[in-house]
């Protein structure tokens, strides 16, 4: 069992940055890949970003590519969401997710599907 809680959201302007951080508990944090995924009302969860186990590889959404950066320190049990230049279109709860199969598969780490266990999101609110 796996408990993530999310934290460093806020508001802020159009062009800010903003760190948001994820602390797991449990032992099995180093093996699990990890998700951060977005939803805004009305909308359906998005995927945003993802990170495998030893943190030696990730993957962003096109939307993100460039402004947002994934990383994780796996001795803190720690998975972070660097996020540069926000957009007023970046406003959503921000989630992190815990996936216990280590397979890194492009179509899996995507997908909310394959995510076990989640945290209760924390919100981003950027004002143009």
């Known amino acids: 069992q796996v408990q993530l809680v999310e934290s460093g959201g806020g508001l802020v302007q159009a062009g800010d940055s903003l760190r948001l951080s994820c602390a797991a508990s449990g032992r099995s944090f180093s093996s699990y890949n990890m998700g951060w995924f977005r939803q805004a009302p009305g909308k359906e969860r998005e995927f945003v970003a993802a990170?495998?186990?030893?943190?030696?590889?990730?993957y962003h959404a096109d939307s993100v590519k460039g402004r947002f950066t994934i990383s994780r320190d796996n001795a803190q049990n720690t998975v972070d969401l660097q996020m540069n230049n926000l957009k007023p279109e970046d406003t959503a709860v921000y989630y992190c997710?815990?996936?216990?199969?280590?397979?890194?598969?492009?179509?899996?780490?995507?997908?909310?599907?394959?995510?076990?266990?989640w945290g209760q999101g924390t919100q981003v609110t950027v004002s143009s």
């Open positions: 990170i495998i186990w030893s943190g030696d590889r990730s």
């Open positions: 997710a815990a996936d216990r199969n280590p397979t890194w598969l492009i179509a899996l780490i995507s997908r909310p599907s394959s995510y076990d266990y």
